[in-house]
Structures are given as structure tokens and as C-alpha cells.
């Protein structure tokens, strides 16, 4: 049996971090992205961000107000204790980290129109499992899904006469129209399979990797490459106002696709990505991967 | 030297600005984003604060309720202004709103608004939010609070507010398209190099 209410306790305050301080693999990317910036708007935006991630840290608040509708990708090992109780305690946690740390109230209930300032709701939190097994741990990625960078989230199923071809014009397309509104520099997620709703999940696990790490398949990484230095060569720069830069990365998930499908799908995260990592034993002892020496 | 503009804002005021400038703001911001908008001009309801001369910020806040009437501005930053294009031209109209705040960039309605009715669409770096919760000196009422937290009407006396870099300017120069037509040029080259190397349906 585990003490749910230490575990609820102990995510409330983890989300509350992780809307407070970047990973450290982000806040890394986004200081080599500021040093290789030349023109002088590009560097005072840069400047402007890395001034508020002070702030956040300072006074302990938000540090972008979007605290996004709060979803939670569950590697669950097979061995772990009361996994059934799992979902309900994540909910309870976001409750409480609502109230704690505070985040803004952004669950708006489907077709009544009604947000509760709960930040729960239906199917809110979004909960997403993958069982591991022969493992008697629960390892949870947070993601905190705001509304400017979910925005240009989009899939499409193309017929395989549009090849990989395809997926490259529709990125780019989707970068430079829509992406440029999502406060780059942008970690983009893509997800290709045989239907939408498969390219899409994985297009969310895609911005949920470390920043560095790469496709298994050596043509994933090459195209990961491509897309990212093709990206950059397009020169969003900070916030769309143009400079040396456009992504923080590409990342790419995949599954086999039908033989008359290729579906593409695509999420981005931005600058300020808060994405968290906490891995729990069975005994709750947890250890933090995304933020080193963070104190809950 | 610092460019400030001050409310109430006039026609005036907004000589000489151009975009890519960088200005800021001291006096009254009050947050509107999409339901007020939706409300103004879809519903013809009329907004609980008169906008004349005064800024508009596209954000929706965390505000910490201190006792009656009384909030704390916690995070603040903008949110994506595109979101309103369909609706600003006749708010900008209706209201005389001098001065919009948000982040990206908008489109042709909104730049025939700023150069008929005289008015500005800046951008505050996006995700800046506590950056900018410690330019808001106090948040002085809160209309509309039925829409929730993020869509209230929040009406903040500001001081030094920004950096806010002029995305449209009171000509209807826009930055962010100007931007975008050398951004699309530099896509199609792109597009077709990577092209010749993920031909792997083959």
C-alpha cells in the first residue's frame, strides 16, 4: 500500500516547481541560443527572458501565467503498488497545486462553457499510461500545456505519393504560419504513423524527450537534423521578431504506418517548455531527472 | 532615451513611432482577450470599462485574491494576439483603444484599424509573465469575473510597462508580415533541399 496522500503531496509540489523553473536541459539550450544571437532586438528579448526566470525563481511564482491544462505521461512498472489509485491522486494533486502554487484556472468544461477554477475536469488532467514491465517503479513526465504553444498543434493523414517530402513542407509550413506565434525558439514535436490520432500522441511524446537525445532509427536523426538546422536557417528568432534561430530542437517519434497512409502530427512546446521528470520506488522515494538540486 | 507612452494616449502621441521601436507604458492596461472581444461585437454588449485613449493587454492572468476588492498580480504575460484578429478592426472602432498589447503577430484588419483609428499593436515578450507582473503597481478593479480568472477584465495601473517592441504601427506598417514574406522565401529553398534527402519511399 502506498500513503496516497504523501504522493499527491509530493507531485502538487513537484508541478508547482515545474511551472516555476525550467529543466535544466531547456534553460541550457536557451542560454547557447541567447549567446549566438547578433542583432539587438533579438538579445534584449533573450534578456527580457532570462530576467523573468530570475523573477520566477525569486518570488516563487508562475513564470508564465499560462499554467496550461496539466497533463501527465505514466511509465508504469508492472511492479509498482496501487497503480489503480494513481489516477485519482494525480487529480488531487493538481487540485492542490492550483490552490499552492498558485496556477491559473484553465479547464473550461466542453459544451457547457464553464470553468470551474478547479483545473480538473473532464478528463482533465490528461493522463497518458505506458506499462513497464519488470519494473516496480512510476516514472511521471508533467506538462503543462498552455494555450499559445498548443495552438499550432495540428496532424494530417497524406497519401504515400506525398512521401517524407510531405511531412517536411507541412513542418515547415506549420512553423513559419502558425509556429511563429508560439514563442520561439520552439522544441517541435512530430509524430508519423498510419492515422492522426497515433501521429498526434506521438507528436506530444516527441517534445517530451531531453533535449539532445535523438530518433533510434538513423534516418530519424538525420531528418531530425535536417529539419532543425532547416528551421534555424529560416530565422524565426525570439518571439517571430526574427534572429539567428528558430527551434530549441526537432524531435521525432514514430510507429509503422498502414501501406496506404503516412500521417504526420505535430506539437510544439515553447521557449518556456515546462516539462518535469519525477521517477518513484515503491517505497516513495522519488528522485527528480528534469531539475537537478530542486528542493520540493 | 526610453520612449514612454502615457494614458490617456492621444492621436498625437503616436508621431514618430514606428515598428520594430522599442516603447513602454505607464497608466492604465486593462486585459481583454477573447470572450470580451466576442461579447463586444458579436453580442453588442457593452464593455464595463471605457477604452478610450487607454491600452488594452491580450493576457489572461494569475491573480491572488487578497480580501474584497482587493488582488495581487501574480503572472501576467501576453497571449497570442491572432486570436482576436476577427473581432479588433470594429473593437478598435467601437472602443478608441490607442495602444494593444499581446505577443505574435497580427493581420490586415487590425493594421486598417491601427492606421484609420490611429493605434498601435505591440508585442511584450511572450512567457515573461512575472517580468511583467512587477511593472503593474496595482490592479484597481476587476469587471466581468463570470468569465473565470484568465478572460476577467482585470484593470492594472502599470509603470515602465514593458518592453513592448511595435508590431503595427499607427501607419499600418506590421513587422510581423514584413518578417514573414522573407521567412516564406527562405521556406521554399529550404523545403526542396530537404526534399532531395528523406525520399525514403522509394
Request: glycine residues 10%.
Amino acid at each position: 500500500m502506498i500513503d496516497v496522500d504523501k504522493f499527491t503531496d509530493i507531485v502538487a509540489r513537484f508541478l508547482a516547481v515545474s511551472g516555476k523553473i525550467l529543466p535544466d536541459d531547456v534553460t541550457e539550450k536557451l542560454a547557447e541560443l541567447k549567446a549566438a544571437e547578433t542583432g539587438p532586438l533579438a538579445k534584449s528579448v533573450y534578456e527580457s527572458m532570462f530576467e523573468n526566470q530570475q523573477l520566477a525563481a525569486e518570488l516563487n511564482r508562475p513564470s508564465c501565467q499560462d499554467t496550461g491544462v496539466i497533463n501527465f505521461f505514466v511509465g508504469a512498472g508492472d511492479g509498482f503498488p496501487d497503480l489503480g489509485k494513481v489516477a485519482e491522486a494525480l487529480k488531487q494533486a493538481v487540485i492542490k497545486a492550483t490552490i499552492d502554487s498558485p496556477l491559473r484556472h484553465n479547464t473550461v468544461a466542453i459544451f457547457d462553457e464553464k470553468n470551474d477554477g478547479t483545473n480538473v475536469g473532464e478528463r482533465a488532467p490528461f493522463i497518458h499510461w505506458d506499462i513497464i514491465p519488470g519494473s516496480d517503479k512510476l516514472q511521471i513526465e508533467t506538462y503543462m500545456a498552455g494555450g499559445g504553444c498548443s495552438l499550432p498543434g495540428r496532424a494530417v493523414t497524406f497519401m504515400p505519393s506525398a512521401g517524407y517530402e510531405g511531412i517536411v513542407k507541412y513542418v515547415f509550413d506549420t512553423m513559419v504560419e502558425w509556429g511563429i506565434n508560439a514563442c520561439p525558439p520552439l522544441l517541435v514535436g512530430i509524430g508519423i504513423a498510419g492515422s492522426v490520432e497515433n501521429a498526434s500522441l506521438l507528436s506530444k511524446k516527441a517534445i517530451l524527450r531531453p533535449l539532445g537525445t535523438r530518433n533510434p532509427n538513423p534516418r530519424g536523426a538525420e531528418m531530425e537534423i535536417l529539419l532543425e538546422e532547416g528551421l534555424n536557417k529560416v530565422g524565426l528568432g525570439p518571439q517571430g521578431l526574427s534572429g539567428n534561430s528558430s527551434v530549441m530542437g526537432v524531435h521525432i517519434e514514430s510507429a509503422a504506418r498502414h501501406p496506404s497512409t503516412i500521417s504526420v502530427g505535430i506539437n510544439v512546446g515553447c521557449w518556456a517548455h515546462r516539462r518535469g521528470t519525477i521517477v518513484f520506488d515503491k517505497d516513495l522515494n522519488y528522485q527528480i531527472l528534469s531539475h537537478k538540486g530542486v528542493k520540493l | 532615451m526610453k520612449k514612454v507612452l502615457r494614458t490617456p494616449i492621444s492621436d498625437s502621441d503616436l508621431d514618430g513611432i514606428n515598428i520594430g521601436d522599442v516603447i513602454y507604458l505607464d497608466g492604465i492596461i486593462v486585459t481583454c482577450r477573447d470572450v470580451a472581444h466576442r461579447r463586444l461585437i458579436e453580442f453588442g454588449r457593452e464593455l464595463p470599462v471605457d477604452l478610450k485613449g487607454l491600452a488594452i493587454f491580450h493576457a489572461g492572468p494569475i491573480v491572488k485574491r487578497l480580501g474584497e476588492g482587493k488582488y495581487q498580480m501574480v503572472s501576467i504575460g501576453p497571449t497570442t494576439s491572432m486570436r482576436m484578429e476577427r473581432f479588433e478592426k470594429e473593437f478598435v472602432k467601437q472602443t478608441g483603444v490607442k495602444l494593444i498589447v499581446g505577443k505574435g503577430g497580427m493581420a490586415s484588419e487590425t493594421e486598417e484599424a491601427c492606421r484609420t483609428y490611429k493605434a498601435l499593436h505591440c508585442v511584450f515578450p511572450g512567457g515573461c509573465a512575472v517580468l511583467a507582473a512587477t511593472e503593474v503597481e496595482e490592479i484597481e478593479r476587476v469587471e466581468w469575473l463570470d468569465l473565470g480568472m484568465p478572460e476577467s477584465l482585470w484593470v492594472n495601473r502599470v509603470k515602465g510597462f514593458g518592453p513592448l517592441i511595435v508590431s503595427i504601427d499607427a501607419q499600418g506598417n506590421n513587422l510581423f508580415k514584413k518578417n514573414k514574406v522573407l521567412f516564406n522565401e527562405r521556406k521554399d529553398k529550404l523545403v526542396a533541399e530537404i526534399s532531395e534527402k528523406v525520399k525514403f519511399i522509394k
